[in-house]
């Protein structure tokens, strides 16, 4: 699923509580640049905030003043002005008090769920979950101004709240659904019928939380997340030059003047709503002041007496998401129940648990059972002065930092879990050591060294989960990780632990897919540099190790292609490289699996024909309908595959065929063209030597030389020489020839269908029957022996005869089962009426698609899997459509396979084959290139019979398609058909 359209945040500010952790909190916020998660532009800016443990409204302001003077300096201005605002969007996030269940605030409180989109695994902390939803949720559509978003609560918002931003201005603010319960114990507004706010009420009375009730029974509770139009905020920008307003600010401070304790929704906010008198203002105070004096009172009675002069004509109106969630972070253990278990659609992981336990507990335990369990009284914790409601868990000298004899370590705090297993020594270390309370702890905390723990942490539990999913075959993908760790700098890790996946599995496939991540962390540290990652891979220096792999020595194989991998690292060229030589190496391990087919493959003895007697295959095309690229390895044993496929006749004739015979001198002659002789790339091999390049698939005649070896009618490692080969078994040797009508690259399946063709007729010469299924999996070894790969769709669908639907179980070996799909009487004559095939006159080229699929898959990229599932589902969907007859229907499987396609390879479709496409639209009831796509053979189901030439005309008629052509096709009834004419029998 593709990320929707964001915010690009001109500024974002986040503001800390403490001096020495600005520099901390900066970092994380380019961490988060660096992963995507914030608009590469953004200006970012961790401040501090003079006055954050009162409230926001000063944070706010100060905020939005180094905001406006970072723009202003990078627009070459030497003064703030406000006009940098105009074209601004401003993200202003409070990091808020100190949290008892994070030494780094509520903003980086680690919550339990995964983020599968992200382009890099990472801890997910309620920060990243609030710039997701400011970004792709509140802030899409929004008007220049500046947003300001607490971090001290957690927040669900559905993907389209649907705010309406026409002719906004003033400032708004987002409300969630609360309880009327929960809101006597917080802030929630009162609106009229046009959403403008009218009251502000904080621990309101039942009578005033009843009159903010809305029609779903809720009542919209204060959020902490605010939008200021630019307007109000030049307003709100203008006072921080006057006092007492520019208090606020580090200007005024940095001038000496006494701070103010400013509330953003008691404060600035309140002052806009529009049931709200200048008097009852003027005398009220915000709650998290409490009780103050009078001098207090008389200089907040002055800021708020500005507030109202410079904010009262802006209006103030309120959004409500229904669908939405909030929940306030208290700093009671009541609330770790809201987000240690997951619950929601997004929540994938629990970091810790929490049991409901009475308030004011430690170690699970009230205080008077863990001073009768431990042997520690209240005397320990407390001084006697400290009244009884402020002796709690924050304020107990719990914590030893120094002893005057020896070092302390956790020992000297776990202890406390058993007590008498330690005896009384712990206890009396633990006395006579220098003890800190939580709160006297929190100022001194090194942030920057949590954080770094908590990451070490993270990845020492990912390279675990990475093995995981590996070796239990799990569809999740690792690039997300594997982004992750290149872009920390520590990839050798998580490389020893892929060598160590691949080097103990017992299944080629976990084995293939941890070199396939190999490759992904070598391509990845790349940085999009050093070429494009297909390429070829059989370079000298990497033989060693394949030979390994290829002698079934995986353990061994891994450990030589490690160590040649260190020689490859020292530059982007040589890392894409060394990751084309590592898929290599897993298409050696593929070829073993696939090669499991040859189980299937069974021969029974016929009588062996007369020298010269020739064995004539002849086969047609095969059009793929539905499920391509599910039969392909490994998808095929690891997925499961399911493809519905044609046979087919192309204008009249079966176009795919071999012939072979015995001949008397023990040589091969092979034959590859047309089936006249004089047309034909004649080749003659008369020793071993000359067989060798038969894996090597562009060298002249690899297909057939393949097929002998395959036909079990030539050992290529034998000692004995070819002649004697074959003049001890067959008295002689052998003439093969193949042939095909259609151009190269048709996309019709002919390579496989030929190599099925050519295994028939050489069988047969050389007095063997193979049945059609043993043809079918005797095909996809010789495609490995021949080391193009590939699936079993094309074999299936020009070697068996009509409408078929060909199955693999996701499972070794590899078996191919097929199942000829009935149709309604009369329907084959109606399909051939309506379906055509049109030359694109574009060659297709599948072997870099096939890589980038194979790719795709192995990293298991979340858009591919769900891709590949869809294929084999619709698969079985196209089987039925065929069996009721439903043209149409069939027309939109079609069309969605394309798509499929697609997705599945993105680049298969030519422009002037999308030009073709979009002209034929209104013609027909759909349309898909044939095979992987790229080129070669279109097929279409027209809506009317017998449109050849209809199709012709308005292909002609268009610009830029080059030579095209458009031929009938006609479902082939018979599939492979094996004859011995009597007239040919001559040498």
């Known amino acids: 699923m593709e990320q929707p359209q964001g915010v690009d945040w001109t500024v974002l500010v986040l503001t800390c509580q403490y001096k020495d952790s600005v520099q901390v909190f900066q970092k994380e916020l380019e961490v988060r640049q ?14 501090e905030d003079p006055e954050m443990r009162v409230g926001s409204g000063g944070a706010t302001l100060n905020a939005l003043l180094v905001a406006a003077e970072h723009l202003s300096a990078r627009a070459g201005f030497t003064v703030v002005t406000a006009d940098v605002l105009h074209s601004a969007w401003i993200l202003i996030l409070h990091m808020g008090r100190d949290f008892p269940f ?57 993907g389209n709240p649907e705010i309406c931003w026409d002719s906004f201005r003033g400032a708004r603010v987002i409300a969630f659904p609360g309880s009327p319960a929960y809101a006597l114990d917080h802030g929630v507004y009162l609106t009229d019928s046009q959403d403008f706010v009218l009251d502000i009420y904080y621990q309101g009375t039942e009578a005033e939380i009843q009159r903010c009730v809305k029609p779903d ?92 002069r410079e904010l009262r004509d802006q209006p103030l109106t309120m959004t409500y998401v229904p669908e939405g969630s909030y929940t306030y972070m208290t700093s009671t253990s009541e609330f770790l129940l809201n987000f240690t278990l997951p619950s929601g659609p997004g929540a994938k992981i629990i970091h810790s648990q929490v049991e409901r336990q009475r308030p004011d507990t430690y170690l699970n335990m009230s ?57 009384g020594e712990t206890l009396r270390t633990w006395r006579a050591s220098w003890r800190l309370s939580w709160e006297q702890l929190q100022p001194c905390l090194d942030r920057a060294a949590t954080l770094v723990s908590r990451r070490n942490l993270f990845f020492c539990q990912a390279l675990r989960k990475a093995q995981h999913v590996l070796e239990a075959r799990q569809d999740l993908s690792l690039r997300p990780l594997i982004q992750a760790a290149v872009r920390e700098g520590c990839p050798g890790p998580l490389l020893a632990t892929l060598d160590q996946v691949a080097a103990g599995a017992r299944d080629p496939g976990v084995a293939a897919r941890a070199l396939a991540c190999v490759a992904d962390v070598l391509g990845c540290m790349a940085e999009g540099q050093g070429g494009l990652r297909s390429g070829p891979a059989a370079n000298p220096e990497w033989m060693r190790p394949f030979s390994y792999l290829e002698c079934g020595d995986l353990a061994g194989g891994v450990e030589a292609l490690a160590q040649e991998r260190d020689k490859w690292l020292s530059r982007p060229a040589l890392l894409v490289r060394a990751a084309r030589h590592y898929e290599g190496a897993g298409q050696i391990l593929i070829r073993q699996a696939v090669m499991t087919a040859q189980h299937f493959v069974s021969k029974k003895p016929v009588e062996l024909p007369a020298p010269g007697q020739w064995v004539v295959a002849e086969c ?22 399911a493809v519905l496929g044609l046979a087919v006749r192309v204008d009249g004739r079966r176009p795919i065929g071999a012939r072979a015979r015995r001949i008397l001198e023990p040589e091969l002659r092979l034959a590859v063209g047309s089936q006249q002789d004089e047309m034909a790339m004649k080749i003659v091999c008369r020793s ?33 020489p070819l002649r004697e080969q074959l003049l001890r ?16 690259g048709s996309g019709l399946g002919t390579s496989s269908i030929l190599a099925g063709a050519a295994l028939a007729a050489l069988q047969r010469a050389a007095g063997q029957a193979v049945g059609t299924e043993a043809l079918i999996h005797a095909v996809l070894h010789l495609e490995q022996v021949l080391t193009t790969g590939g699936g079993w769709q094309d074999q299936v669908g020009g070697l068996m005869p009509g409408i078929k ?23 084959v004559q109606k399909l051939n009426d309506h379906l055509l095939l049109v030359y694109t006159g574009k060659t297709r080229l599948a072997r870099n698609l096939l890589q980038d699929v194979l790719r795709s898959w192995y990293a298991r990229l979340p858009a591919v899997v769900q891709n590949a599932r869809s294929l084999v589902r619709q698969a079985e969907e196209c089987a039925e459509a065929f069996r009721q007859g439903m043209l149409p229907l069939l027309g939109q499987y079609l069309t969605s396979y394309w798509e499929q396609k697609k997705r599945m390879a993105p680049g298969c479709e030519p422009l002037a084959v999308r030009r073709m496409m979009d002209v034929l639209v209104p013609y027909v009831h759909g349309q898909s290139l044939a095979g992987a796509g790229g080129g070669g053979f279109l097929y279409l189901l027209t809506k009317e019979p017998r449109q050849k030439d209809a199709v012709e005309a308005v292909l002609a008629k268009t610009e830029g398609l080059g030579n095209f052509s458009v031929h009938l096709v006609e479902v082939d009834s018979q599939g492979l058909r094996l004859t011995l004419p009597q007239s040919e029998a001559s040498l």
Request: with cysteine; hydrophobic share 40%.
């Open 217 to 308: 029974g809720q009542v919209p509770l204060v959020s902490g997340v605010v939008f200021f139009s630019v307007e109000t905020a030049e307003r709100l920008l203008a006072t921080h030059v006057s006092p007492p307003l520019d208090a606020c600010t580090y200007m005024g401070l940095d001038s000496g003047a006494r701070p103010v304790q400013l509330s953003l929704f008691f404060d600035i906010l309140l002052c806009m709503a529009r049931n709200v008198s200048r008097e009852d203002f003027l005398v009220g105070r915000p709650p998290e002041m409490g009780q103050s004096d009078a001098a207090v009172a008389a200089y907040l009675q002055g800021a708020r007496a500005q507030l109202w």
């Open 34 to 47: 660096k992963r995507q998660q914030i608009p590469a532009g953004t200006l970012l800016l961790a401040v």
């Open 620 to 641: 047609p095309a095969r059009v793929d309908f539905s499920g391509g690229w599910s039969d392909t390895p490994p998808l095929a044993y690891e997925l499961g595959g």
């Open 729 to 744: 078994t067959f008295g002689g040797g052998f003439e093969l020839h193949t042939w095909s009508e259609l151009p190269h």
């Open 367 to 423: 205080w008077s059972d863990f001073f009768k369990k431990t042997g520690i009284r209240e005397w320990d914790l407390w001084d006697p002065d400290t009244p009884p409601a402020e002796r709690c868990l924050p304020s107990a000298r719990l914590f030893p930092v120094l002893h005057p004899s020896r070092a302390l370590g956790p020992q000297d705090m776990l202890w406390m879990l058993d007590p008498k297993e330690h005896g």
């Open 805 to 827: 639907v060909g199955r693999s179980k996701a499972q070794l070996p590899l078996k191919v089962e097929v199942e000829e799909i009935t149709v309604p009487e009369g329907f």
């Open 102 to 158: 994070d030494d780094c605030g509520r903003a980086f409180t680690c919550l339990p769920v995964e983020s599968p989109q992200a382009p890099e695994e990472a801890l997910v902390c309620n920060l990243d979950c609030l710039l997701d939803i400011m970004t792709y949720r509140l802030g899409p559509g929004c008007p220049p101004g500046v947003w300001v978003c607490s971090t001290d609560m957690l927040l669900s918002v559905p």
């Open 688 to 720: 071993l030597d000359e067989l060798q390049d038969y894996c090597q698939p562009h060298a002249p005649g690899a297909l057939l030389k393949a097929a002998f070896i395959c036909a079990g009618i030539v050992h290529i490692r034998s000692e004995l």
